[in-house]
């Protein structure tokens, strides 16, 4: 099970045996009952990758495509690497109605760099690289009789290391404050020209698929698809991963 939240209405020990139960259930094919139990571990703060890939899975069996890609998605984006977790997304995104054509090629480079590798390993690369780096600098002048060149070369190296480390943590930080996705969650949903419902229609997406939020107004939100469309649709369509 994933690590758990301190706070909730369970125990650690009560959250690990929600999780089993849970997991029986699913054993057993009874899907509404493990669904009602990974929820309940979130509502509680027991949630963490491996609840959410769980919930996503469950779903997934249920046909729910777009709460399927939701948890999955942000199983993901909470640390969840597993094979099985790209295989699942695979597997949902394979039964969506929409294949939007473009996807890949018109994807932002900053968010498909950020979505690659672990934020919390990029920083923690740059904050030992540059630590050593200057320790090392910082011995080199403390310390004359040390071996100079050696030392300078080291720190050089380790210097070297923070700096696309730094870029890399900084493309983390605005991708977080300025790209916020979210997964289509209605059957179908109507795109619009204007924020209102008598806007001119502009196209229809379906649940599962995931667009990227612009702006709020209203009960309306603009949402932009892989492929660079955007229009306007009802917040309650959509789900922030």
Excluded at 69 to 78: D, F, G, H, T
Excluded at 108 to 136: I, Y
Excluded at 205 to 229: F, S
């Amino acid at each position: 099970m994933s690590d758990a939240a301190t706070q909730g209405y369970y125990t650690a020990e009560e959250a690990e045996a929600v999780f089993q139960q849970a997991n029986d259930a699913y054993g057993r094919e009874d899907y509404a009952t493990a669904q009602a139990h990974y929820e309940k571990l979130i509502a509680h703060g027991f949630g963490g990758p491996d609840v959410l890939y769980n919930l996503g899975t469950t779903h997934l069996a249920r046909g729910d495509l777009g709460r399927a890609v939701l948890a999955l998605e942000q199983a993901r984006k909470q640390g969840g690497r597993a094979a099985d977790l790209e295989a699942n997304l695979a597997l949902a995104r394979a039964r969506q109605v929409d294949k939007v054509v473009g996807a890949a090629a018109d994807e932002a480079f900053l968010p498909r760099l950020a979505a690659a590798t672990d934020g919390a390993a990029v920083a923690w690369v740059f904050f030992v690289a540059w630590l050593v780096g200057f320790a090392l600098l910082l011995f080199r002048r403390v310390f004359p009789s040390l071996r100079r060149t050696a030392v300078a070369v080291v720190a050089g190296l380790c210097l070297t290391a923070a700096v696309p480390a730094a870029m890399l943590l900084a493309a983390h930080i605005w991708v977080h404050q300025n790209v916020h996705e979210a997964v289509v969650l209605s059957p179908t949903l109507v795109a619009r020209e204007l924020p209102r419902s008598e806007g001119r229609s502009l196209f229809e997406v379906h649940a599962g698929l995931k667009v990227q939020l612009l702006e709020e107004t209203g009960k309306y939100v603009r949402i932009r698809l892989p492929n660079g469309l955007e229009g306007w649709a009802e917040r309650d369509g959509v789900a922030e991963i």
